[in-house]
């Protein structure tokens, strides 16, 4: 299996709860490397346009609203199948739905409020790695 990268955001209501430290080790353990990090707030054109796929559904408003609530962690990671590793440890969107140990399963609290995001397919990864880090920003 290749190495990979894949994007992952630490969401408001993680960081409101004081829980960059704790989701970062869960990411660790999980065999994923941070090799770029950076604490912003998204502004809302960053955040519209990152989630342009959903602007259809009824809870983009929502999603815009939250994701510019507050501070966001967005990171680069990788690893051996990095996207679906990454994906593996977040759990289930709904975190009703999380496997025990998942990283929404320990934290989310709602399928809206769930305290991560991360790349659904290797091509998106490169596409929302590139919208927020230069290549002189991840360090392997
Ligand atoms: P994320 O992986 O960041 O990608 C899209 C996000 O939309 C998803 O996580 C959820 O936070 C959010 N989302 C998905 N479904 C709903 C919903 N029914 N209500 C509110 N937010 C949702």
Redesign the pocket.
């Known amino acids: 299996m290749a190495t990979q990268r894949t994007f992952s955001i630490i969401k408001p209501d993680a960081t409101e709860r004081n829980l960059t430290g704790a989701i970062n080790a869960v990411i660790e353990k999980a065999g994923l490397r941070i090799i770029g990090q950076r604490r912003i707030k998204m502004t809302r054109e960053q955040a519209e346009r990152f ?1 342009g796929v ?1 602007k259809e559904r009824p ?1 983009f408003g ?2 815009v609203d939250f994701m510019t609530s507050g501070p966001v962690v967005v990171q680069v990671l990788e690893g051996e199948n990095a996207v679906k590793a990454h994906r593996d440890v977040m759990g289930a ?1 709904n975190p009703e739905e999380a496997a025990d140990g998942t990283i929404r399963k320990l934290y989310a609290k709602s ?2 409020e ?1 305290s991560v ?2 790349s659904d397919s290797e091509e998106n990864a490169d596409l929302e790695i590139r919208q927020f880090f230069s290549e002189a920003e991840i360090v392997g």
């Open positions: 989630y959903h809870f929502e999603l969107t399928i809206g769930n995001h991360g």
